[in-house]
């Protein structure tokens, strides 16, 4: 996707036996939050479970009144005021999400949208493809800090018809702040449990004919021990964190504008062994991830017109010291190219319609580079592809939009997927109707075609893994437009599923079904107050009818926001996240355990003594719950973290000097 685009507007684990109780809480939570919505006052203003335009779900900023697709915002305001540190934390009791994090800060974190696998979910940072081209081709979200981010748009559903493969589950898409007016200066800085400490700065300007910005970030801690420390386990294994991350843009005529954009962090993470399950040693993993990127952008025909050019290159390298495994390096990069020309144009004379046309053509090339004491591996592999979508929008009403995509690859089938969406407003009722059907492909991964170890053999002749799914719901605004809510349904059948466990990799026969219901609400209740929650119900069976693993049944997650005193100087969020009981994947022999669901209750308290200075608190897992994430990983206690953000404007404080 165009970088600039954005500028447009196991045994079961000894959880608590409290985690029940709250468990059953959380439905009569989301009644409370319904109920309360009745005392609204009627200055207090609309919520929405969307900002006005989203830009994933068609490749271009559209409103959201418009959209069939099933999404969630996550805004950096929420960010800030919750003063997240990790992505993945965002996350966390969204409709449709779930997060498995291994063990501590740092420590390899999974996140998988409708029951799809993690790596058929596919994450973009500025528009850039992220998911590492080398081994799993999923986006490992531990080493993701929620840096000067301005929004992370979740869309859900097969998305392979703009985005090609890996978008089986959906799209994160994360999308940075950009420059704008007089120049920012933020920091900030804190210390807290585990001897963690994290600063942040950034500076950012912009003005008619450019727009810059510049951002960094540290995060260090000594975390925990990896392997559980209810099993025996007592090492700490810390973790480092370097991030920087940079954008421009130059606007030298009115209708053209060039865009500019890199980012390189570094990671080091000590981890533990695992053979029938996870112990202490000294392994760590160091990775180190680059990424570059350039547009440029042509309007004509007075806007109706848009024409953008990209390339990008993005390279994730890891250097693993295994223990008693040995050590090796994986160097997995991506080069794409891609043109997209969009029409936006209006039939207002004959009916009342407007129409947005769009054509693209992309060129992706992956290549690996593996160095072990059992291999020395460089492949690569390369693919074109062609899509095109059709929106129609009929009197303000009736929205569809349709598109295809052929893929042209040069090691395996070619693939054709397809989707059509379509969202009707009943301003009537204050309703909407929204539905949306597609196709997806995930393609084999470079590991699993050619192999890089002394255990495992590639499969030159695996297939693509095939996907359909559908949606429908509906968006209702209740008491007035108070409170806003919205309910989905949803089915995914995923095909010639992959088998990476063993000797080599296969094409399972069958079909993996997957069917669940996703429930979002969000009220303000005051001015100042404003609670949201959502719950997610799904079932996941492979083809012989066995739960997949890591995917609960039940989770559900409920926040509040309430700020206050003059000027809404002072603010409390707490969030509370529950994940119902789910399988994972024990070894020796292979076999199957059930971890146990937990309750995660997270707050944060902030007050900004003025306008360039603000003190915070955060309080996590503050019910001291004792559960894994992955079998016999352990995960941290109770924890406290306190600090100061920083924020000024050079000019005004040198004009106040003089």
């Not at 029951?115 to 979200?141: C, H, R, W, Y």
């Not at 570094?266 to 680059?290: L, P």
């Not at 995923?494 to 609400?521: H, M, Y």
Request: net charge neutral.
């Amino acid at each position: 996707m165009p970088f600039d685009r954005f500028d447009d507007p196991v045994t079961p684990n000894r959880a608590r036996r409290r985690t029940g109780f709250l468990c059953r809480a959380l439905p009569a939570a989301a009644l409370t939050v319904a109920a309360a919505a009745t005392a609204y006052s009627a200055e207090t203003p609309k919520p929405s479970l969307l900002p006005e335009t989203v830009v994933t779900a068609t490749r271009m900023a559209t409103p959201s009144r418009e959209i069939g697709s099933s999404i969630t915002v996550v805004t950096g305001e929420e960010l800030a005021r919750r003063k997240i540190s990790f992505v993945s934390d965002a996350l966390r009791g969204l409709p449709g999400v779930t997060v498995n994090r291994t063990s501590t800060r740092g420590s390899f974190t999974e996140v998988r949208l409708r029951g799809a696998e993690a790596n058929q979910t596919l994450v973009l940072i500025d528009g850039m493809k992220v998911n590492d081209p080398a081994l799993s081709s999923q986006f490992d979200f531990a080493n993701l800090l929620a840096t000067e981010i301005d929004r992370i748009e979740v869309l859900r559903g097969p998305q392979s018809v703009l985005y090609g493969s890996d978008a089986v589950g959906g799209v994160i898409n994360i999308i940075t702040k950009r420059g704008a007016g007089t120049p920012v200066v933020t920091a900030s800085a804190g210390y807290g449990s585990f001897n963690t400490v994290e600063t942040k700065s950034g500076v950012r300007a912009g003005g008619k004919r450019y727009k810059v910005f510049l951002g960094g970030s540290y995060y260090r801690t000594d975390g925990i021990s990896a392997a559980a420390a209810d099993r025996g386990n007592s090492e700490s294994d810390p973790y480092r964190n370097r991030t920087i991350n940079a954008n421009a843009a130059f606007r030298p005529w009115d209708i053209l504008q060039l865009s500019l954009g890199g980012r390189w962090r570094r990671g080091k993470q000590e981890t533990d062994a695992f053979t029938t399950t996870a112990v202490d040693d000294d392994s760590f993993t160091d990775s180190v991830e680059r990424s570059g990127q350039a547009e440029i952008k042509l309007t004509l025909l007075d806007g109706m017109w848009e024409n953008r050019l990209s390339g990008s290159l993005f390279e994730n390298e890891l250097d693993n010291d295994g223990g008693a495994f040995g050590a090796s390096n994986t160097t997995g990069n991506r080069r794409k190219w891609q043109y997209q020309t969009d029409f936006i144009f209006e039939t207002r004379e004959t009916v009342a319609s407007k129409h947005t046309a769009t054509f693209g053509v992309e060129n992706e090339r992956n290549r690996v580079r593996a160095q072990s004491a059992f291999s020395d591996v460089d492949r690569s592999i390369e693919s074109q592809s062609y899509f095109g979508q059709y929106q129609i929008g009929l009197f303000d009403r009736f929205f569809v939009t349709g598109g295809g995509r052929f893929d042209d690859n040069d090691l395996f089938e070619d693939t054709t997927t397809y989707r059509v969406t379509g969202a009707i407003q009943i301003p009537e009722t204050n309703s909407k109707l929204h539905a949306s059907i597609g196709t997806a492909v995930k393609n084999p991964t470079l590991f699993e075609l050619f192999g890089f170890t002394s255990t495992f053999t590639g499969n030159p002749n695996l297939q693509s893994e095939t996907a359909r799914g559908f949606d429908v719901g509906v968006e209702q605004k209740l008491f007035d437009g108070r409170l806003v809510g919205d309910a989905t349904f949803f089915q995914n059948r995923i095909d010639n599923l992959i088998q990476g466990f063993g000797s080599t990799a296969t094409n399972l026969s069958g079909t993996t079904r997957i069917t669940g219901v996703e429930l979002a609400a969000r009220a303000r209740l005051t001015e100042g107050l404003e609670v949201s929650g959502s719950y997610t119900w799904m079932t996941t069976k492979d083809a012989a009818g066995t739960q997949l693993v890591r995917r609960p049944r039940h989770a559900a997650g409920v926040k509040v926001d309430y700020r206050f005193l003059e000027e809404k100087r002072a603010n409390i969020s707490v969030d509370l996240n529950f994940n119902g009981p789910q399988r994972d994947n024990a070894f020796g022999p292979f076999r199957q355990e059930t971890l146990g669901g937990y309750v995660l209750l997270n707050a944060v308290a902030s007050y900004r003594v003025s306008d360039q200075v603000e003190l915070f608190v955060r309080a996590e897992n503050l019910l001291n719950q004792s559960y894994e994430e992955v079998y016999t990983f352990g995960t941290p206690g109770i924890s406290a973290f306190g600090g100061v953000r920083i924020r000024f404007e050079p000019a005004t404080l040198l004009k106040g000097k003089g």
